[in-house]
């Protein structure tokens, strides 16, 4: 076969095969071109379906299909889904290379934050063991079974650690925390974006007096791009991030990342492994490598950058609607969880006769239709953020290009027809 030089490869648009560590010689880069693009004209199937899509100025929500992915993530799993390849060598290189740029012990690409929960549960339950494996969730004889967590954190997940058979120690503050652990405490559940008394480093250093695993659900929490490794330095043994939210990989995909003997008891315990806990919660190998560059696109973005493009996306939005009657704007950033610039606009429902509510649901039925923002009107949608009956909450970070002025001419619409 005729070698080809690294140059005319790259030329030639076979980056991909070089950094998988393919044997380039494998590959001509001819066929590799061939192969990144697609010749066939894409059928729109939501179209075909019937299924409208929306102008996203929610946020990441899961039932919203939380983000879209960027051009280079989707073209990476285009090219990654023509070829077939061992799941288990794609799970253990891109671990090993997520590690590597994540600055933590080892990796592992699951089919979501949930899925890491469980997996990560069922790596402190079982600790690779094969009997345990088959036995949880079910047959808890001999195993540990008790984490503790704050009462505070209890929260919407619960039922992915409940999945290994365990059950819930809740604790409000540090002695009672310190006099929780017993001969069968597996875990110490921390939930980032939650409140509560006891601080991360007390939560570490506690648990790691008794040998106890600490677990951190840090599933919405980036950006900042440095929560990506700094809870595993903080000491956290596990902690999980979504794939599709903040990172914008492919939704179904999230990063359990911890401690390397953990990391391996949790893949045992995971698909394509049969007759595991996780064997439903496959990641196919398009989203395994489709969180891997969405990784590499997330580390080279710019944190100050990503908060300026979204204050002026709010900025935009803002100034359409600042001199309707009573109408007063803010720009708010969660503390931890979706902390980015949101636009809060509320006003006097004296003045303007609208409820946030039929806010939100004149913007989803009008064309375009548009999300607005689930705590608009409402309770919080998640934690950190406002709500309330006559405030509209705009998530303006998914929003694509020019998108914000639709939804700022839309809002103003809505507004003014209820204004007196
Ligand atoms: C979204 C979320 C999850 C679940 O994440 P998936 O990737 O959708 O499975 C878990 N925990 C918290 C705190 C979340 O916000």
């Known amino acids: 076969m005729r070698r080809v030089s690294r140059r005319t490869l790259l ?46 100025a929610a946020g990441t929500y899961t039932t919203l299909s939380a983000s879209t992915m960027p051009d280079e993530v989707q073209a990476a799993i285009a090219l990654a889904s023509r070829r077939p390849v061992h799941l288990n060598e794609l799970l253990d290189a891109s671990g090993a290379y997520l590690a590597k740029r994540l600055r933590c012990e080892a990796a592992l690409v699951t089919s979501g934050a949930a899925a890491a929960l469980v997996l990560g549960t069922a790596a402190c339950v079982t600790l690779g063991n094969e009997q345990s494996i088959l036995a949880i969730p079910t047959d808890m004889a001999g195993l540990k079974n008790e984490v503790i967590v704050q009462k505070s954190h209890r929260y919407d997940y619960d039922h992915a650690l409940r999945n ?35 601080s991360r480093e007390d939560w570490v250093r506690v648990a790691h007096q008794h040998k106890v695993p600490c677990f951190n659900d840090a599933a919405a929490d980036v950006p900042p791009i440095s929560n990506l490794w700094n809870y595993t330095q903080m000491g956290f043994d596990l902690v999980t991030f979504s794939g599709g939210k903040g990172l914008r990989g492919p939704q179904c995909t999230g990063l359990l990342l911890g401690r390397k003997e953990l990391i391996e008891a949790a893949k045992k315990n995971n698909s394509p492994n049969s007759n595991t806990v996780g064997r439903g919660m496959k990641v196919a190998k398009e989203e395994i490598v489709g969180l891997v560059a969405a990784v590499d696109w997330f580390l080279s973005q710019d944190d100050a950058a990503m908060e300026a493009e979204y204050r002026q996306r709010a900025d935009r939005i803002a100034k359409r609607v600042s001199d309707l009657p009573t109408v007063q704007t803010q720009i708010f950033i969660p503390e931890v969880a979706n902390h980015v610039p949101h636009l809060l606009v509320s006003y006097d429902q004296n003045r303007i006769k609208i409820t946030g509510r039929e806010v939100m649901h004149k913007m989803r039925v009008g064309t375009p239709r548009i999300e607005l923002n689930p705590s608009t009107g409402g309770a919080p949608a998640s934690a950190g953020l406002p709500g309330g009956p006559s405030t509209i909450v705009v998530g303006v970070w998914m929003l694509q290009p020019g998108e914000d002025t639709i939804v700022a001419k839309r809002l103003r619409e809505v507004l003014q027809e209820a204004a007196e």
């Open 164 to 198: 290994c058979g365990i059950r819930f120690v809740d604790v409000e503050t540090l002695e009672e925390y310190e006099q929780a652990f017993t001969d069968r405490t597996v875990m110490a559940h921390f939930f980032n974006a939650g409140e509560g008394k006891i």
């Open 11 to 56: 030329r030639n648009g076979a980056q991909a095969a070089l950094a998988s560590g393919v044997v380039l010689s494998q590959i001509p880069a001819l066929e590799t071109r061939a192969l990144a693009k697609s010749s066939f004209p894409a059928v729109d199937y939501y179209a075909k379906l019937g299924v409208t899509p929306f102008i996203n």
